[in-house]
């Protein structure tokens, strides 16, 4: 039986002695599972797009084959069936879209994560901002679906009345009872991304 999704992909993205340290993240090797899971692609257009070194992501590929969720052939790297199941449980749990700016965030770039079901996790919000700042973001406000009502814990009661242009924008990613959702904004879109990656990522099981 495979090992929860997040200690799964920590383990594999973690630092293996004598190696050299490592020039990315667990966060890089989520972003190119998704790259992987849209189309095949080659080893070049994967380093565009996670902004890291051509020495980088060949290591994160060939983490990946080893763990046996992808295959690299001439027309790029794809999903093994293992890796798609993988994918579909971390997409079934989260989603993530790119968003413009709203009371909430005057940032250049925004996404909102949403994260189903684990509004039971969330406290005030601060370990999740955090999270996203570490990553390279510079603003998060987290918000969870609470007895039908969008809440930002400490600020608001209702997001529909208080901030409805943020309110609005979340509709398409359709939250439900108890699903969190962070918007994270930065000066770059790859900045802001990683920050909502790495929120959403303090969500999800270790065990």
């Known amino acids: 039986m ?16 004598p190696s050299p340290p490592l020039k990315f993240s ?17 080893r070049s257009r994967l380093a565009q797009k996670l902004s890291v070194g051509e020495g980088a992501v060949r290591t994160i590929l060939r983490r990946l084959e080893d ?10 790297c ?5 890796g798609l ?12 879209v790119e968003i413009g700016k709203s009371e909430l965030s005057s940032a ?10 684990q509004g ?10 955090d999270a996203a700042v570490m990553a390279g973001a510079k603003n998060a406000t987290t918000i969870v679906l609470k007895d039908g009502k969008l809440v930002i814990p400490s600020v608001t009661n209702d997001l529909v009345k208080d901030f409805p242009r943020a309110a609005n924008q979340l509709k398409i990613l359709k939250p439900g009872e108890m699903d ?15 920050g909502a990656l790495a929120a959403a990522w303090t969500l999800l099981d270790k065990h």
């Open 180 to 194: 969190v959702i962070m918007i994270v904004g930065s000066d770059s879109s790859e900045k802001s991304e990683y």
């Open 2 to 17: 495979r090992r929860p999704l997040r200690q799964f992909l920590e383990e594999i993205a973690g630092e293996k002695a």
């Open 26 to 42: 667990v966060l890089h090797m989520l972003l190119a599972l998704e790259l992987i899971a849209e189309e095949p692609i080659g």
């Open 108 to 117: 250049e770039h925004n996404f909102a994560v949403l994260v189903r079901n």
């Open 85 to 96: 199941s993988l994918w579909k449980e971390y997409s079934s749990i989260v989603k993530k």
């Open 120 to 129: 039971y996790k969330l406290k005030s919000g601060m370990d999740q901002r």
């Open 78 to 82: 794809s999903l093994t069936g293992e």
């Open 67 to 76: 763990s046996g969720l992808i295959v690299i052939s001439k027309a790029g």
